[in-house]
């Protein structure tokens, strides 16, 4: 499921749009009303339902190897995607629709191009089609897909990491584990012994 030569694509639980209208999105850093799509090489970034949390990590040729060891491991490809188990069932229920847009249309937006937007109206190039089972989805791209009780940690790894990475919807994960420090006594307020 990604765009053919001269096209974008934008994914979304709604079967029913007939014209893409440039909005500021609710997530939105700029205050900017526009269309997003992604490209072939961020598609894999959507095959999620919308509000789910999700981690991504992905082998670049700067990837230091011990990165791509502890990150993606031996044998698993160039590429994972995390998400928390309580999602599960949602990411195997959802039906999620891909709209072809043409790619004239779209500029990329971001540091590192993550995006594509256009400021004006979009038409798209025919009906929605349904991307269908996600899961297997990712197994014919070759992506692992890992469950995790919180995404906080694998995410800390990635952003600190060589690999390429990036998360969406994290403000849906589960909160953030607290960090234990080894050199602080477990119990903030130790028994006074007296005697």
């Not at 847009?101 to 038409?123: D, K, T, Y």
């Not at 692992?144 to 390429?164: C, E, I, K, M, V």
């Not at 119990?187 to 006074?192: S, Y």
């Amino acid at each position: 499921m990604r765009p053919a030569a001269g096209e974008v694509l934008h994914f979304s639980e709604d079967s029913d749009i007939r014209l893409f209208r440039p909005h500021i999105a609710a997530s939105a850093r700029r205050m900017e009303a526009l269309v997003w799509a992604v490209d072939a090489a961020r598609a894999p970034d959507y095959w999620f339902p919308r509000q789910c949390p999700r981690a991504m990590v992905w082998a670049r040729a700067s990837s230091s190897r011990a990165d791509r060891a502890r990150l993606i491991g031996d044998g698993g490809g160039e590429r994972v995607h995390a998400i928390e188990y309580g999602w599960l069932p949602a990411l195997q229920q959802v039906k999620l629709f891909a709209y072809r847009l043409p790619a004239a249309s779209f500029r990329p937006i971001g540091a590192e191009s993550h995006a594509l937007v256009a400021r004006e109206e979009v038409a798209p190039l025919g009906p929605p089609e349904p991307v269908g089972d996600l899961l297997a989805l990712h197994r014919e791209a070759g992506i692992q897909l890992r469950l995790y009780d919180n995404l906080w940690p694998f995410w800390d790894a990635a952003a600190g990491s060589t690999l390429g990475h990036s998360a969406i919807r994290m403000r849906n994960a589960r909160p953030r584990p607290e960090r234990v420090d080894p050199r602080r006594p477990s119990d903030p307020h130790p028994p006074t012994l007296i005697g």
